[in-house]
């Protein structure tokens, strides 16, 4: 059986992604595997509290390593590099690893042979245990390139373990934005759901992860979230989901108690009931109906 | 004169917020977009019609008479971006490419030559009081780190004080917003994970060596001791809490500034700036 992949989305951040994304774990508690490729600001884990039994290193890029014996300062390196990576100074030529994007040029260009490329680790994943079931999340470190690729690597092993183990669903909460974690995250899936708010900026930004999401081919289906911010965004946003023909998942009022849940790091379902239920009474009947 | 970044590593916590009030108090200078997934600063200073200027980025362009098949080309590419495929000239995915040049380097037969593709836009607007600049990355191009790169390059041919409304998160497109400011605002939410990702942002800030100092908004919702003690710990100061108000929540839904509405925003928003002064002085 292929297991159908749920990429719960925003846009905009801070729109209540994790919350949303939280309560849908209750609700599909056992029936799913979980997985968070937020990677550079996870925050799943805080609501669900995995064991993490398993943790494994991640190691996307190589970056140079400078052997000053060999290095003749010639600058062959320094001229290639188009990312500005690479700098001569006084006491020789150092690597500025935050602008180095690994292409390995330098390495290539020199003729004394003194540069080798290595990897290193930019990050860790774990399987975790939780009393909703398995949850794969993960940690880029701070500042690191590719979160793309360990997007894509977790999404490979939660769809293993789905395969191997008969979890017909993945639940995953994803990145913000629409650039390389989204794309990353996105490409493939069974369905998008963008959790937005009514607010100018959450308009525009769904667009733009609209038509992200027409350009991948993947179904979009929004939860309008703080849907009593206001009246004129909130009417809007509606125009835009019929116009586009997105499926509507539901709405839900701002409620302080989410934050206050959250901030007692529990999953906030009393606070989302009942439109929580309802909305995933309409995504259940909308994942039953995708034919793989 | 400075350039200050606006960061806040979760998404949602006010940063645009606190970048549209600081641009409100400034006469002069230039306000910069660098959240250019989403780029929304542009909506709440109502900054209409601008001039546009693409941004390219730099692929290989293969010359199919020159090219052997012999795939070498694609063996040194870092980023999987050229595929081979028995002995035909290889495929090239532009989305991949990061522009390096290795594959032109490589090629034996010197069949490879340097194209350019659109990723995206700039959008600049010499408004009354401040020029504005806002990257804009085109729907589906993975990489905003060079439409980051292309604003900077931009902005800094043009007036300081500068405010940048940067990118969420702590990787590569947050670090090419912040290594090239002075000074680095954080803002944040007093739940769990709000100072889950203030940690993060804060680590990553502290790494580049770049003085920095925390607002906390709606500090009345969730447990703002802890993100005082967390600030206290790290040694970066709090410059501003901001209590929830339901009057700035539904002014930022329509596009208006928090300053502009909120006496409480304008005090912190000048705390903000005498206190940058203050420090680079």
Same mark, same amino acid.
């Given at each position: 059986m292929i297991p159908k992949e749920i990429v719960v989305v925003s846009g905009k951040g801070g729109t209540g992604k994790t919350s949303v994304v939280s309560a849908l774990c209750a609700l599909f508690s056992k029936k799913a595997l979980f997985c968070d490729v937020d990677v550079d600001a996870p925050n799943l884990q805080l609501l669900l509290h995995p064991n993490d039994g398993q943790s494994f290193s991640f190691s996307g890029r190589k970056v140079p390593e400078i052997d000053s014996n060999l290095c003749n300062l010639c600058g062959a390196c320094v001229n290639f590099c188009r990312f500005d990576a690479i700098k001569k100074e006084i006491n020789g030529i150092t690597s500025l690893l935050w602008k180095c994007e690994g292409c390995g040029g330098c390495a290539l260009v020199c003729p004394k042979n003194a540069i080798t490329m290595n990897s290193y680790e930019q990050g860790q994943y774990w399987r975790g245990e939780t009393s909703l079931g398995p949850l794969w999340h993960a940690r880029l470190h701070a500042g690191e390139e590719n979160s793309g690729m360990l997007v894509a690597k977790l999404r490979r092993e939660v769809r293993q373990e789905a395969i191997k183990n008969n979890y017909p669903l993945i639940i995953v909460d994803g990145p913000p934005g629409i650039s390389c974690p989204a794309i990353s995250a996105l490409t493939g899936a069974t369905l998008a759901v963008a959790v937005t708010e009514p607010s100018l900026s959450g308009l525009h930004d769904l667009l733009r992860l609209g038509d992200l999401c027409s350009s991948l081919e993947v179904p979009l289906a929004v939860i309008l979230?703080? &849907?009593?911010? @206001? +009246?004129?965004?909130?009417?809007?946003?509606?125009?835009?989901?019929?116009?586009?023909?997105?499926?509507?998942?539901?709405?839900?009022?701002?409620?302080?108690?989410?934050?206050? &849940?959250?901030? @007692? +790091?529990?999953?906030?379902l009393d606070s989302l009931h009942p439109e929580i239920e309802t909305i995933y009474t309409n995504l259940l009947q909308i994942i039953n109906n995708i034919k793989m | 004169?400075?350039?200050?970044?606006?960061?806040?590593?979760?998404?949602?916590?006010?940063?645009?917020?606190?970048?549209?009030?600081?641009?409100?108090?400034?006469?002069?200078?230039?306000?910069?977009?660098?959240?250019?997934?989403?780029?929304?600063?542009?909506?709440?200073?109502?900054?209409?019609?601008?001039?546009?200027?693409?941004?390219?980025?730099?692929?290989?362009?293969?010359?199919?008479?020159?090219?052997?098949?012999?795939?070498?080309?694609?063996?040194?590419?870092?980023?999987?971006?050229?595929?081979q495929f028995g002995m035909n000239p290889?495929?090239?995915?532009?989305?991949?490419?990061?522009?390096?040049?290795?594959?032109?380097?490589?090629?034996?037969?010197?069949?490879?030559?340097?194209?350019?593709?659109?990723?995206?836009?700039?959008?600049?607007?010499?408004?009354?009081?401040?020029?504005?600049?806002?990257?804009?990355?085109?729907?589906?191009?993975?990489?905003?780190?060079?439409?980051?790169?292309?604003?900077?390059?931009?902005?800094?041919?043009?007036?300081?004080?500068?405010?940048?409304?940067?990118?969420?998160?702590?990787?590569?497109?947050?670090?090419?917003?912040?290594?090239?400011?002075?000074?680095?605002?954080?803002?944040?939410?007093?739940?769990?994970f709000g100072l889950s990702d203030l940690a993060l942002a804060a680590e990553t800030?502290?790494?580049?060596?770049?003085?920095?100092?925390?607002?906390?908004?709606?500090?009345?919702?969730?447990?703002?001791?802890?993100?005082?003690?967390f600030c206290k710990k790290i040694n970066i100061p709090i410059l501003a809490c901001l209590p929830f108000s339901k009057k700035v929540a539904h002014a930022y839904a329509e596009g208006i500034a928090p300053f502009c509405v909120d006496q409480r925003w304008q005090e912190a928003t000048y705390t903000i700036l005498g206190h940058v002064k203050e420090v680079l002085s």
């Amino acid at each position: 059986m292929i297991p159908k992949e749920i990429v719960v989305v925003s846009g905009k951040g801070g729109t209540g992604k994790t919350s949303v994304v939280s309560a849908l774990c209750a609700l599909f508690s056992k029936k799913a595997l979980f997985c968070d490729v937020d990677v550079d600001a996870p925050n799943l884990q805080l609501l669900l509290h995995p064991n993490d039994g398993q943790s494994f290193s991640f190691s996307g890029r190589k970056v140079p390593e400078i052997d000053s014996n060999l290095c003749n300062l010639c600058g062959a390196c320094v001229n290639f590099c188009r990312f500005d990576a690479i700098k001569k100074e006084i006491n020789g030529i150092t690597s500025l690893l935050w602008k180095c994007e690994g292409c390995g040029g330098c390495a290539l260009v020199c003729p004394k042979n003194a540069i080798t490329m290595n990897s290193y680790e930019q990050g860790q994943y774990w399987r975790g245990e939780t009393s909703l079931g398995p949850l794969w999340h993960a940690r880029l470190h701070a500042g690191e390139e590719n979160s793309g690729m360990l997007v894509a690597k977790l999404r490979r092993e939660v769809r293993q373990e789905a395969i191997k183990n008969n979890y017909p669903l993945i639940i995953v909460d994803g990145p913000p934005g629409i650039s390389c974690p989204a794309i990353s995250a996105l490409t493939g899936a069974t369905l998008a759901v963008a959790v937005t708010e009514p607010s100018l900026s959450g308009l525009h930004d769904l667009l733009r992860l609209g038509d992200l999401c027409s350009s991948l081919e993947v179904p979009l289906a929004v939860i309008l979230n703080k &849907a009593d911010l @206001s +009246e004129i965004r909130n009417a809007e946003i509606q125009d835009q989901i019929k116009n586009k023909n997105w499926q509507f998942l539901g709405s839900i009022p701002f409620r302080p108690s989410v934050v206050e &849940a959250i901030s @007692s +790091e529990e999953i906030p379902l009393d606070s989302l009931h009942p439109e929580i239920e309802t909305i995933y009474t309409n995504l259940l009947q909308i994942i039953n109906n995708i034919k793989m | 004169m400075f350039r200050l970044t606006v960061v806040s590593g979760k998404g949602g916590t006010g940063k645009t917020c606190v970048a549209s009030s600081l641009a409100s108090a400034l006469q002069e200078g230039t306000i910069i977009d660098l959240d250019v997934d989403e780029p929304d600063l542009g909506l709440v200073l109502n900054i209409q019609n601008p001039e546009k200027e693409s941004i390219y980025k730099v692929i290989p362009k293969i010359d199919i008479q020159r090219c052997i098949g012999c795939g070498i080309c694609a063996d040194n590419c870092a980023f999987g971006a050229l595929n081979q495929f028995g002995m035909n000239p290889p495929l090239v995915n532009e989305k991949l490419c990061h522009g390096c040049g290795v594959c032109e380097y490589v090629c034996p037969q010197k069949a490879i030559k340097e194209s350019q593709i659109k990723i995206g836009d700039l959008n600049i607007k010499h408004t009354k009081n401040w020029w504005f600049i806002e990257g804009r990355l085109t729907i589906g191009e993975p990489n905003p780190v060079p439409v980051i790169h292309a604003a900077l390059e931009k902005a800094n041919s043009l007036p300081f004080p500068q405010i940048v409304d940067g990118p969420p998160g702590t990787a590569c497109p947050m670090v090419a917003a912040v290594e090239q400011s002075h000074f680095v605002v954080l803002v944040t939410e007093p739940t769990p994970f709000g100072l889950s990702d203030l940690a993060l942002a804060a680590e990553t800030v502290q790494e580049l060596r770049i003085p920095a100092a925390v607002v906390i908004n709606r500090s009345d919702l969730g447990n703002k001791e802890e993100t005082e003690a967390f600030c206290k710990k790290i040694n970066i100061p709090i410059l501003a809490c901001l209590p929830f108000s339901k009057k700035v929540a539904h002014a930022y839904a329509e596009g208006i500034a928090p300053f502009c509405v909120d006496q409480r925003w304008q005090e912190a928003t000048y705390t903000i700036l005498g206190h940058v002064k203050e420090v680079l002085s």
